[in-house]
């Protein structure tokens, strides 16, 4: 078992834009939603059903996990400048109802910009795993809606997203995963962790049916405006979903799918 890799060159083309130059460090999730800065970044394929002992070398953070795998303007000047706030208050708001002591209805609503929390979700992905230019497919459609931000939803992109009450976190760049066997594989990405969970999926074969919001329905033709999204709290899936292969379906992992923990002491 590897060490993960999370270090680009420090200079080197960057994941989202393609660009050559000096690369920088990427919080993923964005920092404003981390609140156990300390954390230990595992190979998720070594780590999973590994607990509590953890196998493999994991590497420690001490201001959460970065990705050294994309260019300032990228990171700073798109993501940080113009993306990240709207996921943060959406990831804040739903943090402060969750531990907020009021009786839950099963639907509750956040108001969010969801335009601009897709294209910060799709751009976080981009930037987990090193040297990953060319993007392919999935990579170039993703990259094409967070470079520009006026950009609508590509027609077959999914979002989907449930409440993840966990404090580990799960971040994969691409899996294949058959959600059932004999039904068609989808590629997927996901970004998990308190309090929320997304999965992003290209061109999804129809039959497959999500049972979760898909975050690009809610979202305005202007990226920047508000709009109410549902989170669903009669649907949440086990902790493991999808990453954890079940009786029913499988998941494959390709080399940049990782777990983080809590570093306690
Ligand atoms: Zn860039």
């Not at 000047?77 to 907020?100: E, H, P, T």
């Not at 987990?128 to 990579?139: A, D, I, N, Y």
Request: proline fraction near 11%.
């Amino acid at each position: 078992m590897t060490f993960p890799r999370v270090k680009g060159p420090k200079n080197g083309i960057c994941n989202i834009c393609g660009e050559a130059g000096p690369l920088t460090e990427d919080h993923v999730p964005p920092k404003g939603v981390t609140r156990f800065p300390r954390m230990a970044l595992h190979n998720l394929v070594g780590s999973l059903g590994a607990e509590p002992g953890e196998r493999g070398k994991p590497r420690h953070f001490q201001q959460g996990v970065k990705f050294r795998t994309t260019c300032l303007s990228c990171n700073r000047d798109l993501l940080g400048s113009q993306y990240d706030k709207a996921l943060i208050n959406l990831s804040n708001d739903v943090s402060r109802y969750l531990f907020s002591q009021l009786d839950r209805p099963s639907v509750a609503h956040f108001n969010t910009q969801p335009g601009l929390v897709a294209k910060a979700v799709c751009g976080h992905i981009l930037s987990v795993g090193v040297g990953h230019f060319p993007r392919g497919e999935m990579g170039d459609v993703l990259a094409d809606f967070v470079l520009d931000p006026a950009a609508s939803a590509p027609e077959e992109l999914r979002i989907y997203y449930w409440v993840y009450p966990y404090w580990d976190q799960i971040l994969v760049r691409a899996m294949s995963m058959l959600p059932r066997f004999g039904a068609p594989p989808v590629v997927v990405s996901l970004m998990k962790y308190m309090p929320l969970a997304f999965l992003v999926a290209w061109k999804p074969d129809p039959i497959l049916k999500f049972p979760y919001p898909n975050l690009i329905n809610y979202m305005p033709s202007d990226a920047f405006r508000y709009a109410d999204i549902p989170l669903d709290f009669t649907i949440i899936p086990p902790h493991r979903y999808p990453e954890m292969p079940t009786n029913e379906g499988v998941a494959l992992h390709g080399r940049d799918a990782f777990r983080a923990t809590r570093i306690i002491n």
